[in-house]
């Protein structure tokens, strides 16, 4: 078992910057991936960012979003710059643990962010 929890959000102009942390705790040795999605109202859950040997980033966040991970504070991270309002949305964190041929999916709860023109 993960547990992830998320903190960081909270409301900014455009053009400001976040960065969102992703805390996981329990079996954390077992990680294999880490992401971060995002959900606007009225709108699909869609991926902004993953990690794991490498990295992976929407379109519309390429060269503003950063992703990384801090394998020994068991935490992921999501600098966030030159922010648009676009980019207002609940943001949550996943955490992938691979056993065996086995992919289990966590979530995190969601952390607001909101971006005012």
């Known amino acids: 078992q993960v547990q992830l929890v998320e903190s960081g959000g909270g409301l900014v102009q455009a053009g400001g910057s976040l960065r969102l942390s992703c805390a996981a705790s329990?079996?954390?040795?077992?990680?294999?991936?880490m992401g971060w999605y995002r959900q606007a109202p009225g709108k699909q859950r869609e991926l902004v960012a993953t990690?794991?040997?490498?990295?992976n980033y929407a379109d519309s966040v390429k060269g503003r979003f950063t992703i990384s991970r801090d394998n020994a504070k068991n935490t992921a991270y999501l600098q966030m710059n030159s922010l648009k309002p676009e980019d207002t949305a609940v943001y949550y964190c996943?955490?992938?643990?691979?056993?065996?041929?086995?992919?289990?999916?966590?979530w995190g709860q969601g952390t607001q962010v909101t971006v005012s023109s």
């Open positions: 996943k955490a992938v643990v691979r056993i065996g041929r086995d992919d289990y999916v966590y």
């Open positions: 990690i794991s040997s490498s990295t």
């Open positions: 329990g079996s954390t040795f077992s990680i294999n991936a």
